[in-house]
């Protein structure tokens, strides 16, 4: 791989935050120094990628080299992607860090490319984990906003108050979230409010469980039949 490599992956990257929303070109040729003409023309690659504006645009959107290289591994035919893992385990009484990550997890090329900007997690006991999930899980956790503002009932997502982090499901209602977890779903009176005046409804829902890794138990004690026994 050559840096010219890495320049080409960071463009790729900068284009997907600015189609999904995350970004505008505007805010973030602003953060990264550049003029809005330029950084259109370099995403549009009429213009060049200088490594100094390169180097802008990485801290512009906390990312790092070793992103851009493990995150999209060589060739398109590749059938895992390397995403971020978080530090620490999701669950009460866990306080969050959502930017330290203690190395990468493989994910299937099809899960990981549709994701914006996916991070792995691991489920720690929760008596109120969505069905779906189990203690000790390791979670594909999507950070699109589009999904984050517009959360569906039914799926389990990343969510945080403070500096507890849990998953949950989550229902809109006015100026106002509604965490449910699995034994209180049906029970409105149940469900634990977050009001969002002055709060940006991405601080609170912070992705949306998209893949689910698990371990298998152990193998069952006693014998097992050799191939064509028991016909």
Request: hydrophobic fraction near 40%.
């Amino acid at each position: 791989m050559y840096l010219d490599d890495v320049r080409t992956r960071l463009v790729e990257l900068v284009k997907r935050r600015v189609q999904c929303g995350q970004f505008t070109e505007r805010g973030l040729a602003r953060l990264s120094g550049m003029s809005q003409p330029h950084l259109h023309n370099v995403l549009k690659q009429v213009r060049t990628l200088s490594l100094e504006a390169a180097d802008q645009l990485l801290l512009a959107m906390n990312f790092g080299v070793e992103d851009l290289i493990l995150r999209f591994p060589y060739g398109e035919d590749m059938g895992t992607r390397s995403v971020p893992s978080l530090n620490t385990r999701i669950g009460p009484g866990i306080a969050a860090q959502f930017r330290e990550f203690g190395g990468y997890y493989p994910v299937p090329a099809k899960v990981a490319l549709a994701a914006v900007e996916p991070i792995m997690a691991q489920v720690a006991p929760d008596l109120g984990l969505p069905v779906s999930l189990q203690a000790n899980d390791i979670v594909l956790v999507d950070q699109n906003p589009t999904f984050r503002r517009s959360p569906l009932p039914d799926f389990p997502y990343l969510v945080s108050n403070g500096n507890a982090a849990l998953f949950r499901y989550v229902r809109l209602g006015g100026t106002r979230i509604y965490l449910t977890d699995s034994p209180a779903r049906t029970d409105p009176k149940e469900w634990h409010e977050i009001p969002l005046q002055k709060r940006d409804i991405l601080e609170v829902i912070r992705g949306r469980v998209v893949w689910i890794s698990r371990e298998l138990g152990k193998t069952p004690q006693g014998p097992s039949l050799a191939f064509g026994e028991g016909d």
